[in-house]
Nanobody
Framework: VQLQASGGGLVQAGGFLKLSCAAS????????MGWYRQGAGKQRELVAT???????NYADSVRGRSTISRDNAKNTLYLEMDSLKAEDTAVYYC?????????WGKGTQVTVSS
């Protein structure tokens, strides 16, 4: 399984960003997926997850201004974030978990300028 995240970049505070994670090697329709992030000097933390049944869960820090979604036909996971804050600056990683196995992609850097 390979996961390729994209869509990161430099965004102004208050702005909007949409991240994508293209998967290959297995159909994501059967798997749970998620977005995690790691800021400089910080531990990796959960941002949002979505089950195969499209049940979503969000970290308190992003709830209400983020939407995780999946397009099984395109085998792609998305994360939309609005009202971006400086503290959202991090490397964002997508994750796929299936039958006790977790897969990680290389991250995409998101930098929010204040």
């Amino acid at each position: 399984v390979q996961l390729q995240a994209s869509g990161g970049g430099l965004v102004q505070a208050g702005g909007f960003l949409k991240l994508s994670c293209a998967a290959s090697g297995m159909p994501i329709s059967v798997a749970g997926m998620g977005w995690y992030r790691q800021g400089a000097g910080k531990q990796r933390e959960l941002v949002a997850t979505i089950t195969s049944g499209r049940i979503t869960n969000y970290a308190d820090s992003v709830r209400g201004r983020s939407t995780i979604s999946r397009d099984n036909a395109k085998n792609t996971l998305y994360l939309e974030m609005d009202s971006l804050k400086a503290e959202d600056t991090a490397v964002y990683y997508c994750n796929l978990y299936y039958v006790g196995q977790a897969y990680w992609g290389k991250g995409t850097q998101v930098t929010v300028s204040s």
